[in-house]
């Protein structure tokens, strides 16, 4: 039988790829998988002119912008989707990634493990203060952080608009509620927990949500804007940017 967090990542991976880790350990034979904790400047430069090119020939800096949200999304997602739902929260520390031109980026988890951070029967009725700080520490201590520290390496943006992106795919994780209704009590409340930790607090804010109220990513609103609008032809504003006029 798979233990509880493997078998909590393979449940939230329904969900969508946004919220899918692999952990088949048959994965180890492909030698492309990469440890993502060994992402130097050379990979991610070169990962950077990719999502360039890909996007139409913008410039690095707005590619790089958009690289480390999906990022960020696809560390959150999964995370805050088991912690929520199952009270575990995933060690990320064997992260391993792969991509190829034309393919998403895909993860995969070695020797899967993690923390039982609270009784997942408690979720649905409060957060304890355990559970949002066990998932900050993995995603934003252990991962975020770091790739921060590389991308600020290979392209220069600010940290307003770099913590900016991050809390925007925090925010997009309230998406699982709408798929499975029981996720969107626990995944709310997780969510505004983790907005008030920083180096994301100040980042946005949610326009009319009440602090018992389920919340979509569309009530969120941040503080920055991620560049897409640079994206040619006429990218746009995201939804939750900050140069849209707030009601």
Known sequence: MPDPVTRALAEVA????FF?????????????????????????GGLIAAYAHRLGGVEHRVAASIL??????????????????????PDLTGLHWRWAPGTPIALWLADPGGVAATDPAAVPA????????AVHAVVVGGRLRPLREVF?????????????NAASALAGTLRAGSMRPELAGPVTRLVRALLTMEPLAGTGD??????????????????????????????????DCALLPRA
């Open 20 to 44: 899918a880790i692999a952990t088949d350990p048959a994965e180890e034979a492909d030698p492309t998988w990469r440890r993502l904790d060994t992402l130097g400047t050379a990979d991610l």
């Open 152 to 164: 600020g390496a290979v392209v220069k943006l600010a940290d307003g608009l770099m913590w900016g």
């Open 126 to 133: 409060a957060v304890p203060a355990a559970l949002p700080a």
């Open 206 to 239: 949610f326009t009319g949500g009440l602090s018992g109220e389920v919340l979509r990513p569309e009530a969120f609103r941040r503080r920055s804007c991620c560049l897409y609008y640079r994206v040619p032809p006429g990218g746009g504003l995201c939804g």
């Open 14 to 17: 329904e969900l969508g790829p």
């Open 68 to 89: 480390f949200q999906g990022l960020a999304a696809r560390l959150w997602s999964p995370v805050v989707a088991c912690a929520a739902g199952y009270g575990v929260v």
